[in-house]
């Protein structure tokens, strides 16, 4: 069976666009590499402070969405942490090598395949994106990178992030979409949860640094590449 034949019907595509779209992982660890090797850090302690922030970050995030926590804006909340995750690791940093470090989710990374085939989607359907980022975040990534958008979303609008439920139906209320006629797609598992659980068709899009599917998920379509969604929409 080919992707054409098993993927459903859709008029639109919603695309989380953090670790989907750019590297996370990847430019955020080198950024902190970078940055603490100037201030005369070794390779072991930047990896250890780079993994604990980000993990920090999205462990804040879990919280926040669970209503664990209150809201604090995704720039403001990457910079709290970094901020904890050094100072537990005893390493000072001038401010403006701090500042720079911080503002590092502004300048993710696109995966390869992401630009040209976003394009090439854009002019077979409509395609969004709805984000745990900032808009300030993804209107900087989508400039760097020519990142082509019919619309975008920040989990922003709704005072949490995504998976909470609120976010979901953000996109449904904002861009008037059908859930049951768009496909979500994601390197994220939990992402898809909970945009299943808000009735959107699901694609699990493979990238480095994602967590793999559970055996009990049911999504409906498994993409290698972008460029797998472009073929089967031709």
């Known amino acids: 069976m080919t992707l054409s034949d098993s993927l459903p019907e859709f008029d639109a595509v919603v695309f989380d666009l953090v670790g989907t779209l750019v590297d996370e992982v990847g430019t955020v660890t080198g ?3 970078d940055a603490l090797a100037d201030a005369g850090i070794d390779e072991v302690r930047s990896t ?3 993994e604990a922030w980000i993990e920090a970050f999205h462990a804040a995030t879990r919280r926040i969405a669970s209503g664990e926590e209150e809201w604090m804006p995704a720039e403001q909340l990457r910079r709290t942490l970094l901020e904890e995750v050094l100072l537990a690791e005893g390493i000072g940093l001038t ?14 990374a696109a995966w390869p395949d992401a630009a040209e085939q976003l394009s090439e989607l854009a002019e077979l359907t409509t ?3 709805l984000t745990n980022a900032s808009t300030c975040q993804v209107a900087e990534i989508s400039s760097r990178h020519g990142l082509r958008w019919h619309a975008t979303l920040s989990a922003a609008l709704a005072r949490t992030y995504k998976p909470a439920p609120a976010v979901y139906a953000l996109a449904i209320e904002q861009l008037d979409l059908d859930p049951g006629r768009t496909l979500f797609v ?49």
């Open 31 to 33: 950024a902190v590499h």
């Open 48 to 50: 250890r402070a780079a």
């Open 95 to 108: 401010a403006e090598a701090f500042d720079a470090l911080a503002s590092t989710g502004r300048r993710l």
């Open 127 to 129: 395609v969004s994106t």
């Open 186 to 234: 994601a390197a994220h598992p939990w992402d898809l949860r909970g945009a299943a659980a808000s009735g959107f068709h699901t694609g699990y899009l493979a990238r480095p640094h994602a967590d793999a599917p559970e055996d009990e998920d049911e999504f409906d379509v498994h993409l290698n590449s972008l460029n797998e969604l472009v073929e089967a929409l031709r």
